[in-house]
Structures are given as C-alpha cells and as structure tokens.
C-alpha cells in the first residue's frame, strides 16, 4: 500500500505534496474511499482552532483547512471527510479537490462563517538584498496584519523566497496587503501559498 490523499495535507514541501499526488494518480485504486452518513447539525472550528472560520454539516467534526491552498473567507470552498471524520476544507480552485472527488472522497458542504479575522499563507519571491526581510515585515506590520511565522529560503542565484503565516484582522485587507509587499523593494511576486 501507498500514501493516502490525507497525506497531501501533512506534506511540508511541495516535493512531497507532488511525489503523493503522483503516486495517488497512477494509483487511483490505491486508498479505499471513506464513507460517512451526512448529518444535520453543524460543526464550527474558531480561528485559532485550525478550521478557522469555516463550517461544515457534520456534527461533531473537526474542521480544519488545508495547507496545500490555505483558504480565507470569501473563498469559494469545498469540504471532504478524511481519515478520523474530520474534514478538510480546501479552495475549490485547488488540484487536491479533483483529486479528492476521483478517490471518491464523501464531501461535506462547508460554509464561511460571518467572523472577520482569518489565517493566510503568502509567499512573496524577491531578489536579495540587504534588510529584505525587515521591509517586508514593516510593510506587513503597516497593514496591521500579525505574523505568526516566517520562513526565509536560502538565496538561488541571488532570488529568495520567502513565506509567511499571517492573522488578519479582516478577509478584505489581503489585495491590500499584497500589493504593499509588492511594492518593497527587490520583491516581484506575491502569492498565495
């Protein structure tokens, strides 16, 4: 036997998030798809708690929202049981949904509740240069945006990547927030992770 799509979820590089999905296309027999009776009530995660503001129609579940798109309000989403019962909410945009429904994933219809705040990961790709990332941190902190992590990658060929994980106060400061990391400096793009 080999990975299961819930692995794409516990994946820290996108080597090992591409080295899964290619194994689960070729493999499409590869994992037993899970099968859970839909139910009435609602299962809410809070901000902090990993589902963010996302809800979901399963009572009782753990929701928690995918690393491979980090989904923020108002993304359009969909929902998918995984090992355990929980579910995982990822972009609809995202390669894992398609990959999802060809495993025959149960989906769950999931939901942005009315909070503000939401939990995003940007990545931004700059040529190096000296005090980079004390810029790019100003320009966060000048949005009013919280880092909760940062990761530097070594240069290659003097172009740096950096990615951080960010709390905003509110979905609609992130077009802000991108275009003013953009406009450091040396930085010539900016995305979602």
Same mark, same amino acid.
């Given at each position: 036997?080999?990975?299961?799509?819930e692995?794409?979820?516990?994946?820290?590089?996108?080597?090992?998030?591409?080295?899964?999905?290619?194994w689960?296309?070729?493999?499409?027999?590869?994992?037993t798809p899970?099968?859970?009776?839909?139910?009435a009530?609602?299962? %809410? /995660?809070?901000?902090?708690?990993?589902?963010?503001?996302? #809800? !979901?129609?399963?009572p009782? *579940?753990?929701? $928690?929202?995918? +690393?491979?798109?980090?989904?923020?309000?108002?993304?359009?989403?969909?929902?998918? %049981? /995984?090992r355990?019962?929980?579910?995982?909410?990822?972009? #609809? !945009?995202?390669?894992?949904? *398609?990959q999802? $429904?060809?495993? +025959?994933?149960?989906?769950v219809?999931?939901?942005?509740?009315?909070?503000?705040?939401?939990?995003?990961?940007?990545?931004?790709?700059?040529?190096?240069?000296?005090?980079?990332?004390?810029?790019?941190?100003?320009?966060?902190?000048?949005?009013?945006?919280?880092v909760?992590?940062?990761?530097?990658?070594?240069?290659?060929?003097?172009?740096?990547?950096?990615?951080?994980?960010?709390?905003?106060?509110d979905?609609?400061?992130?077009?802000?927030?991108?275009?003013?990391?953009?406009?450091?400096?040396?930085?010539?793009?900016?995305?979602?992770?």
């Amino acid at each position: 036997s080999g990975p299961a799509a819930e692995w794409l979820e516990h994946a820290k590089t996108q080597a090992a998030r591409i080295a899964i999905s290619s194994w689960l296309r070729d493999h499409p027999d590869g994992a037993t798809p899970t099968t859970t009776p839909a139910r009435a009530p609602l299962s %809410v /995660v809070g901000a902090r708690g990993g589902g963010g503001n996302a #809800v !979901a129609d399963l009572p009782d *579940a753990t929701v $928690r929202l995918a +690393g491979c798109c980090t989904p923020v309000p108002p993304d359009e989403v969909a929902g998918f %049981v /995984v090992r355990g019962g929980a579910v995982t909410v990822h972009r #609809v !945009a995202c390669a894992a949904v *398609a990959q999802m $429904r060809s495993l +025959g994933r149960t989906s769950v219809a999931v939901h942005w509740r009315a909070t503000a705040d939401c939990r995003v990961t940007l990545t931004a790709e700059s040529f190096g240069r000296p005090h980079l990332l004390a810029d790019l941190t100003e320009a966060i902190a000048r949005q009013g945006v919280e880092v909760v992590s940062a990761t530097v990658e070594p240069p290659v060929e003097q172009r740096v990547r950096h990615t951080y994980t960010l709390q905003l106060p509110d979905a609609s400061v992130l077009p802000a927030l991108m275009r003013a990391m953009r406009d450091v400096p040396g930085v010539y793009d900016v995305d979602r992770a």
